[in-house]
Antibody, heavy 121, light 110 residues
Framework: EVQLVESGGGLVQPGGSLTLSCAASGFTSGNHAMSWVRQAPGKGLEWVSG????????YYADAVKGRFTISRDNSKNTLYLQMYSLRVEDTAVYYCAKEPYIGVAGSFDYWGQGTLVTVSS | QSALTQPPSASGSPGQSVTISCTGT?????????VSWFQQHPGKAPKLMIYEVTKRPSGVPDRFSGSKSGNTASLTVSGLQAEDEADYYC??????????FGGGTKLTVL
């Protein structure tokens, strides 16, 4: 059974940093692309960042480029999102999501339960 | 990376059919057959309902179907049931390893 479990969310001040983790199980993580998708309170879904399976190729939405870093440790089946220079508008539930392919395409077949990041002074 | 356009709301009575549209451009919806639809109930994570425009994952009822014409994709829910009431989001591959979502549609079962 595929499971994705996020952790690391919390309250952080504007300009601060936070690292999210997503522990994956039930599939060979190196064979699948992974992404982070966020949802601000009462708003829609927004793709944040993606990473190809078995490689270090990474991709970012314009809104977070240069401030967020996605990475993965396939030996630990864990996906990460390092977030720097956080802004109030980064406040959201952050989901990790798995692709059925090795590349990023938006066909997210499994999602975690989400972790809430609140940026506020 | 502009969001795809969805109607904010849609509704239908039990047993009826409803179609939700998702309009993009030739750079996303119209350019690739990687359009997906997700169902999200309040407080829950999204669930994949349709991928690659028309394909249904295992376990998704065949009452859900997808299609695409030009730059507009559509999700049709036939034989509406009370549990279909939820928010629905489309997504599309947008080239250069980017993904774009629609703004979401709140489906109400009357």
């Amino acid at each position: 059974e595929v499971q994705l479990v996020e952790s690391g969310g919390g309250l952080v001040q504007p300009g601060g940093s936070l690292t999210l983790s997503c522990a994956a199980s039930g599939f060979t993580s190196g064979n699948h692309a992974m992404s982070w998708v966020r949802q601000a309170p009462g708003k829609g879904l927004e793709w944040v960042s993606g990473i190809r399976g078995s490689s270090s190729n990474t991709y970012y939405a314009d809104a977070v480029k240069g401030r967020f870093t996605i990475s993965r440790d396939n030996s630990k089946n864990t996906l990460y999102l390092q977030m720097y220079s956080l802004r109030v508008e980064d406040t959201a539930v952050y989901y990790c999501a798995k692709e059925p392919y090795i590349g990023v395409a938006g066909s997210f077949d499994y999602w975690g339960q989400g972790t809430l990041v609140t940026v506020s002074s | 990376q502009s969001a795809l356009t969805q109607p904010p709301s849609a509704s239908g009575s039990p047993g009826q059919s409803v179609t939700i549209s998702c309009t993009g451009t030739s750079s996303d919806v119209g350019g690739y057959n990687y359009v997906s639809w997700f169902q999200q109930h309040p407080g829950k994570a999204p669930k994949l309902m349709i991928y690659e425009v028309t394909k249904r994952p295992s376990g998704v009822p065949d009452r859900f179907s997808g299609s695409k014409s030009g730059n507009t994709a559509s999700l049709t829910v036939s034989g509406l049931q009370a549990e279909d009431e939820a928010d629905y989001y489309c997504s599309s591959y947008a080239g250069s390893n980017n993904v774009v979502f629609g703004g979401g549609t709140k489906l109400t079962v009357l």
